[in-house]
């Protein structure tokens, strides 16, 4: 059995993740998340918000997960966000053509949907279902649609990413951070996507959780990041463009190094792909099996300076993305300006003002408001945008939503004149840290998912980091009968008050207890016996080691809080059993 079966095997049987719609044949692309699962995925969510709302200062927000066709259309997802999809003349199943491709033969990423029908032609890549022959290639557009009220009138569509929902609160939020850059904004929800035929497990859903994160700077001072001197010692794994090319391999490289040499664009972006990597390793991601991938120039959108994807290496499918980060430049904000007719800016003031000629319009808005009626204040902005030369001729042809306006000169006056400039009006550019969760969770169970042998029996383990574990500690009575349960569920009520999650259980063996909570991760389990009866005292196991110490009962909520936030062995405490 390969290693991701055995995961995902034991991701079932103990409550992790299973797949959805069960008694109803289940649909591929959507899984559940069961009790340790949900558990385990909501303190990943907490531990990305103590990075990015704590650590870094900024604010989370929630908006829709349905969005109205303008949001969509303004981004470029109606018209762009398709993947390449072809269809079987025989059984009438459909797959992705680039997929279908790539188990026959070596092909590059980004071909157009005509080189890829010409490939299968000429090479006769057939139906692997039936092996009957496949179609032309065509777009198939991944975003779910729908509608929004009765009658269909109004189109809307399940979002693709959450980050459209921030790019469109940005008057409200530049706002509530005081018309000041750099500020961040933050959102953990869920998106959808058509994918067409969704493959390996949990790795590729139709619907997923995102924790993103968009960064508002000023273009001028992205190579000034206020915290840069705290990562730029930090060795990444880097596998840049270059390295790519050649086929060479990934190298460690300082952050400051990075920049220095032009292989991260900026520091913004440099900063928080090192962040993005001390949150993967604190979470558990196992850093010998985790690299940071340059998006080639073929490969990166057209809107992108630089991206960067955190990879993790998963047995049985190779390298898998499961963070991006990029910078975004200007382009979503822009864009929805220009849809939305909104300004978008930010008014960037100047330390001193500067004394710069300028072209002052002034139109004559009795005749125009009357003969241009509703476009006259569009033509009076575009006049007011026109340079000097342009204007300085006996009549001005503006285009104003698509028509042309023909504007005589009689009904303007310009002239030149020394102001002053208080500052400038920028629109933001927006570096994107994009989190992958469901990923994120099956690679963490992965990487801390162990086989061993103990006294000649097999022993499975998941190693989980102890903080974001499920069950922080279980506790067990010896036996299954008073006063050792009384005493066991009053100590399991005094770890609850405390805050942390426990599990109770007195059904079976002493040892089946054990391998059953090491499967689950719990870190430790306390043991009451009769001596803690008399004296007051239990035994606390660790997962990893199963070290046992004899410890206070009473000093248990201390204890575990420490072994918490220190991550230190728990052979230092108490007497050794």
């Not at 009957?132 to 729908?146: A, I, S």
């Not at 849809?339 to 800016?345: G, M, N």
């Not at 016996?529 to 110490?549: H, L, Y």
């Not at 918490?564 to 108490?574: D, I, M, N, V």
């Amino acid at each position: 059995m390969e290693k991701y079966d055995r995961v995902f095997e034991l991701a079932k049987n103990r409550g992790f993740i299973w797949p959805a719609f069960e008694i109803y044949g289940g649909a591929s692309g959507f899984y559940d998340y069961g009790p340790l699962g949900a558990t385990l995925k909501r303190k990943i969510e907490d531990a990305w918000r103590r990075f990015y709302c704590v650590g870094e200062g900024f604010y989370e927000i929630e908006v829709p997960t349905i969005g109205v066709e303008a949001i969509f259309e303004a981004s470029g997802h109606v018209g762009g966000f398709a993947d390449p999809m072809v269809t079987c003349q025989q059984c009438k199943e459909s797959f992705r053509a680039d997929h279908i491709v790539k188990e026959t033969m070596e092909i590059p990423d980004g071909l157009k949907k005509e080189q890829l029908t010409a490939i299968i032609k000429e090479h006769d890549i057939r139906c692997p279902e039936c092996k009957g022959p496949l179609g032309d290639v065509y777009d198939f557009n991944l975003m779910f649609q729908t509608w929004i009220g009765p009658g269909q009138k109004k189109k809307g569509y399940m979002r693709p990413e959450t980050a459209q929902g921030m790019f469109v609160d940005f008057p409200r939020l530049l706002r509530f951070y005081r018309e000041k850059l750099p500020f961040g904004v933050t959102q953990i929800g869920k998106s959808y996507r058509n994918e067409i035929s969704p493959r390996q497990g949990v790795i590729r859903l139709r619907e997923f959780t995102q924790a993103e994160a968009e960064v508002f700077v000023n273009p001028q001072f992205k190579n000034q990041h206020p915290n840069f001197g705290a990562v730029r010692d930090l060795a990444l794994p880097l596998w840049d463009e270059n390295a790519q090319l050649s086929n060479g391999p990934v190298t460690p490289m300082r952050v400051g190094e990075a920049v220095e040499r032009g292989t991260i664009a900026n520091q913004y972006l440099a900063y928080y792909v090192a962040l993005t990597h001390k949150f993967l390793v604190w979470v558990g991601i196992d850093p010998a099996r985790l690299r940071f991938r340059q998006h080639m120039r073929t490969e990166r959108a057209h809107y992108a300076t630089d991206c960067w994807d955190a990879e993790v290496m998963l047995e049985g499918l190779g390298w898998i993305e499961i963070v991006g980060i990029a910078d975004r430049t200007s382009y979503d904000l822009t864009a929805h300006q220009k849809r939305s007719e909104v300004d978008l800016s930010v008014f960037i003031p100047f330390e001193k003002p500067l004394k710069v000629k300028k072209t002052v319009v002034t139109p004559d808005m009795k005749t125009i408001g009357p003969k241009f009626k509703g476009k006259a204040g569009k033509i009076m902005a575009a006049l007011k945008a026109m340079k000097p030369e342009e204007l300085d001729r006996p009549e001005v042809r503006l285009d104003i939503d698509g028509e042309e306006v023909v504007i005589d000169s009689s009904l303007f006056k310009h002239e030149t004149a020394e102001v002053d400039v208080n500052g400038e009006n920028v629109i933001p550019h927006v570096v994107e840290p994009s989190y992958g969760i469901d990923r994120i969770l099956y690679s963490v169970l992965e990487h801390a998912y162990d086989e061993e042998i103990v006294q000649g029996e097999e022993r499975i383990v998941l190693r989980l980091n102890r903080t974001v574990a499920p069950i922080t500690v279980a506790v067990l009575p010896l036996l299954s009968r008073e006063p050792l349960t009384g005493r066991a569920a009053g100590i399991a009520q005094t770890l609850k008050n405390a805050g942390y999650f426990v599990e109770y259980d007195d059904s079976g063996t002493i040892g089946k207890r054990y391998r059953r909570n090491d499967e689950a991760g719990t870190p430790f389990c306390v043991t009451v016996d009769f001596d803690t009866i008399e004296d007051g005292t239990v035994t606390v196991r660790d997962r990893d080691s199963m070290a046992q110490v004899r410890v206070p009962a009473d000093g248990l909520a201390g204890l575990l809080s420490e072994l918490l936030c220190t991550g230190r062995p728990l052979e230092g405490y108490g007497k050794k059993v």
